[in-house]
């Protein structure tokens, strides 16, 4: 049914509906909204770059709006919302000494030195998923996908 009606949209009502799934990730986690931005972004020959967040904001790749399962769109949008989320707690500890309501000192302190120390997933692929910010922004944004197609937002 979610894949249907995408499908039927336009990339600018794509787009809204994204940016709508940000803005309650955001606002899930009690911070600002990260601007949302559709970009190209370079694919290397045999990968597809889906997207990723730089500290100001998610890039997704607008090839994918086209191309990709519509759930695999929202996870995107929910996993980088989650890093601009680890960002927010990592930086809120280091402002106070204290993490965020619900979050452990030593869960923020794992993803400050993840953050120091990150893995690109060019340079070591298991590295990369294996690093405590990537296994906590995948979890995430699969949970986060799989309520969005139970409580189904584009029908009202």
């Known amino acids: 049914e979610f894949t249907q009606w995408w499908n039927a949209q336009t990339i600018d009502d794509k787009v809204a509906f994204l940016k709508e799934q940000q803005i309650?990730?955001?606002s899930e986690f009690g911070i600002e909204s990260t601007?949302?931005?559709?970009?190209?972004?370079?694919?290397?020959?045999?990968?597809d770059a889906r997207g990723y967040y730089?500290?100001?904001g998610v890039y997704l790749d607008i090839d994918n709006l086209e191309t990709d399962d519509p759930w695999?769109?929202?996870n995107t949008v929910a996993h980088e919302s989650?890093?601009?989320?680890?960002?927010?707690?990592?930086?809120?500890y280091l402002e106070t000494g204290e993490p965020p309501e619900g979050l452990s000192i030593e869960t923020v302190k794992k993803w400050q030195e993840n953050f120091a120390?990150?893995?690109?997933?060019?340079?070591d692929f298991e590295g990369y998923r294996a690093q405590p910010i990537e296994v906590d922004a995948r979890n995430f944004g699969g949970?986060?996908?799989d309520r969005?197609?139970?409580e189904q937002p584009w029908t009202k």
């Open 24 to 26: 309650a990730v955001a």
């Open 35 to 47: 601007q949302l931005n559709i970009i190209d972004i370079f694919d290397e020959p045999g990968q």
């Open 54 to 56: 730089n500290g100001t």
């Open 72 to 74: 695999e769109l929202v």
């Open 82 to 92: 989650r890093h601009a989320y680890q960002d927010y707690a990592v930086n809120t």
């Open 117 to 123: 120390d990150y893995t690109k997933a060019d340079d």
């Open 143 to 145: 949970s986060y996908s």
């Open 148 to 150: 969005v197609l139970v």
